[in-house]
């Protein structure tokens, strides 16, 4: 249920027409809702997870007498059915959108602040109301949340007389010597997209790196890693084309020993038994560093609506989605992490095995917190650096001051 969310030019001109459109309130010869259901626009197309969505929906709808329409398309579809929507003035009382396209929305004034529908933020981690915020006004509550972690196949590191690395060295030296036939050490995804951006994160940020000014210096040590793996042979040429799924099949066709993936493949990673696997948190540039990963997930939010009641009905069924005990529940059927603390303390306790996954979201960051609407540039000019230092074509330091340009700065 991982939402992924690359932006090419086409789809971000989408989504500004989108916003401007929320904005305006354009009028339109829409039906006259019914004032007893509550509509949701979302991307759980996915039967299983649309008939999940729908249970947790009603089990707060029953109570105050309402029912719940799921309106759900394709995850890069979600911006331009708003946009039609919108301009038929028949928007959704609940839009549920990735915690990386809030911005766009939010900017246009065509959102709620969640606390003005009844949504409090005192119980929530810090990092999921960064997910939800812009310009320091909350616009949207995840009920989870997701991250990157170090997946590694445990029987391998065994044979080898192995533990999992914990710094970059260590990471070298592990891939290295688990590099074997046909198996590299370590897999990941570089791909000229969202996946291929959302892997990188964890390595640029830990290393100081800086999104607003990406050619400051610090974040080409990261390049220079993923360059050495390459160089090495301990990872794949193959990563500039991985997605993430790619990635997966790779640690579970036993051509990859150690892997930087997330939560949404324990399903797949469980169903299995040819490849005992553990988690692990993600390497840092020295001992005794916190991980800074990306999170990841969905932001559910009000769009402004001219009937006050639907607003309310709107906050109440989110108030009660997000509910410790339906958080929990949630999270786990989705396998990821609960924003209420202290539904995450409980999910960590319940799923040991997952405990990093849960570590890692207390240190993560927000892709938009610091650039907000400027994201889906900047991503494009990261991923257009990192392609270009694993094919040779440029240093880590020449390929982030183009980067730079790329993201509208100065060199």
């Known amino acids: ?32 809702p019914d004032p007893g259901t509550v509509t949701v626009l979302n991307s759980a197309t996915d039967t299983a997870e649309h008939e999940a969505n729908q249970e947790f929906f009603e089990r707060c709808a029953e109570p105050l007498g309402l029912e719940i329409e799921q309106i759900s398309v394709p995850a890069d579809q979600v911006a331009s059915k708003a946009l039609r929507m919108a ?34 933020a005192e119980r929530f981690s810090e990092s999921s109301i960064e997910l939800g915020s812009y310009d320091g006004t909350r616009y949207g509550v995840a009920r989870s949340v997701n991250s990157l972690a170090l997946i590694y196949n445990t029987g391998l590191l065994a044979e080898a007389g192995l533990e999992p690395p914990t710094t970059w060295d260590e990471l070298r030296e592990t891939a290295a010597a688990l590099t074997v036939g046909d198996t590299y050490g370590m897999a990941f995804s570089a791909s000229p997209n ?20 990406l050619d400051e ?27 993430q799924q790619d990635v997966n099949d790779q640690f579970l066709s036993g051509r990859a020993a150690m892997m930087i993936n997330g939560p949404w493949q324990v399903p797949v990673l469980s169903a299995q038994d040819e490849v005992d696997w553990a988690v692990a948190s993600i390497p840092v540039p020295e001992a005794g560093l916190d991980p800074v990963p990306p999170i990841g997930g969905t932001v559910m939010t009000v769009p402004r609506n001219d009937d006050p009641e639907r607003e309310r009905n709107a906050g109440r069924i989110l108030e009660c989605l997000n509910s410790e005990e339906n958080q929990l529940a949630w999270g786990e059927r ?18 040991p095995e997952l405990a990093p996954f849960a570590d890692l979201v207390e ?49």
């Open 1 to 32: 249920m991982q939402r992924r969310t690359g932006r090419t030019p086409s789809s971000v001109a989408v989504l500004a027409v989108a916003t401007a459109t929320l904005a305006a309130g354009l009028g339109g010869c829409a039906a006259e």
């Open 217 to 243: 210096g610090a974040g080409a040590s990261a390049l220079q890693l993923w360059k050495d793996l390459v160089d090495a042979g301990s990872s794949s040429r193959s990563v500039v084309n991985w997605n």
């Open 194 to 213: 969202a996946d291929g951006v959302y892997q990188f994160l964890p390595f640029f940020w830990s290393a100081g790196g800086d999104e607003a000014r």
């Open 87 to 120: 301009s038929s003035d028949s928007l959704t009382d609940i839009l549920e959108l990735d915690g990386s396209e809030l911005p766009q929305f939010a900017e246009t004034g065509g959102l709620r602040p969640i606390e003005e529908v009844g949504v409090g």
């Open 334 to 351: 989705v396998n990821n992490v609960p924003t209420d603390i202290h539904a995450a303390a409980t999910y960590r306790e319940q799923n």
């Open 363 to 411: 240190t993560a960051r927000s892709r938009t917190a610091r650039v907000g609407t400027r994201w889906p540039v900047i991503g494009d000019a990261l991923s257009g650096a990192f392609q270009s230092v694993l094919t040779g074509r440029a240093s880590p330091e020449e390929a982030l001051r183009q980067a730079q340009r790329q993201a509208g700065g100065d060199e």
